[in-house]
């Protein structure tokens, strides 16, 4: 399983960003999909989760109704459309996938993790 996040970038406060996530290797449509993100000096933490063959999702707090995570079964990528960005969004996000289709919001539950994609929000 591969999995490559891409999208990042420097976005204003009040900005929005969409983040993809192309996966390969195996099929995928009973996969959960998650994104998680790690600033400088924090741990790695939960941001949001769906289930490919169900589209259920699910959202830490701190980026409810500002986020919004779908996939495209077709092209094999997850997406994470980020509005109303705040300087303390700014972390690297990764993507990662559970073959076991559970929904979960620890880094444990995920087993494949791609490379992290930079977000940086200036005030």
């Known amino acids: 399983v591969q999995l490559q996040a891409s999208g990042g970038g420097l976005v204003q406060a009040g900005g929005s960003l969409r983040l993809s996530c192309a996966a390969s290797?195996?099929?995928?449509?009973?996969?959960?999909m998650g994104w998680f993100r790690q600033a400088p000096g924090k741990e790695r933490e939960f941001v949001a989760a769906?289930?490919?063959?169900?589209?259920?999702?699910f959202y830490a707090d701190s980026v409810k109704g500002r986020a919004t995570i779908s996939g495209d079964n077709a092209k094999n990528t997850v997406y994470l459309q980020m509005n109303s960005l705040k300087p303390e969004d700014t972390a690297v996000y990764y993507c990662?996938?559970?073959?076991?289709?559970?929904?979960?919001?620890?880094?444990?539950?995920?087993?494949?993790w791609g490379q992290g994609t930079q977000v940086t929000v200036s005030s």
């Open positions: 290797g195996r099929t995928f449509s009973s996969y959960a």
């Open positions: 990662a996938a559970d073959p076991r289709g559970f929904i979960a919001s620890t880094t444990d539950a995920f087993g494949y």
């Open positions: 769906t289930i490919w063959s169900t589209g259920s999702t």
